[in-house]
């Protein structure tokens, strides 16, 4: 199983002989390396996308059409983007299991927002949402974009994730202090890896104050395009 940071909540995961890539904005990414695309695009086998903003989603459309990967997410974005891009899409929603391959994808609650730009201002993309990946006898929470909810301490006692994937950027999203209470009180990780932090000036630089309030985690701080096993 290995773990490669895409920058900004990009993620390609390798997992049960899939490779998926999640909320892969390349294009347009700041802290993404433009020669690594092909490297980071390589054996790709699905894209999952938590939720509309683009900071998640700018370019995946072309992206799929480009790669003839099929895209699942929220239901209601994936039915736009079937009609408006004409890509394979696999819509669900919350609380419902989807397979590609030998892995397993639970689409669960967040609590952010969901939309994307349109001619007229902002339009309605669907609910926010994270993943539990299973695969490989493991489990791995995608927070997608979230603060600390209550929900988290059912997510717990449902999958049981050893990985947590937390967004910690501060601003829009938890910071690393709230994403350290989650994953300390409400979780039970092995390991956390830190996303959406880094990217623009007004996140967090570091994952310093993570590693610091989970002692005896194991908290993963790699650099981009530099994979990890996990």
């Known amino acids: 199983m290995r773990y490669t940071w895409l920058g900004h ?6 997992i049960g002989g899939e490779v998926l890539l999640i909320d ?3 294009e347009g990414n700041p802290v993404f390396p433009e020669d690594k695309r092909a490297e980071a695009l390589e054996g790709a086998t699905a894209i999952l ?21 099929t895209v699942h997410g929220i239901y209601d974005l994936m039915g736009h983007w079937e009609e408006a891009h004409g ?12 397979r590609i391959g030998d892995v397993a994808v639970t689409m669960v609650n967040a609590v952010h927002s969901s939309s994307f730009a349109g001619e007229d201002g902002p339009r309605y993309a669907g609910a926010e949402a994270g993943f539990m990946i299973e695969g490989e006898g493991r489990t791995i929470y995608v927070s997608g974009d979230t603060d600390v909810m209550a929900d988290m301490g059912v997510l717990q006692e449902l999958h049981a ?27 039970r990780f092995q390991t956390v890896i830190p996303v959406h ?10 994952a310093q104050p993570l590693k610091d309030a989970l002692p005896g985690v194991r908290v993963l701080d790699p650099g981009v395009m530099e994979p990890v096993e996990l």
């Open 197 to 206: 932090y880094k990217t623009f000036p007004l996140l967090e630089q570091s």
């Open 49 to 69: 996308v938590t939720h509309g903003h683009g900071d998640h989603t700018g370019g995946v459309p072309e992206l799929a059409k480009e790669l003839g990967l």
């Open 24 to 26: 892969p904005w390349l």
């Open 161 to 187: 994730p050893e990985i947590g994937i937390l967004c910690a950027g501060g601003h829009f999203t938890m910071d690393m202090t709230r994403a350290a209470f989650a994953a300390s009180k409400l979780f």
């Open 9 to 14: 909540s990009g993620i390609r995961l390798e």
């Open 87 to 98: 890509i394979e899409v696999v819509g669900f929603n919350k609380g419902g299991t989807v």
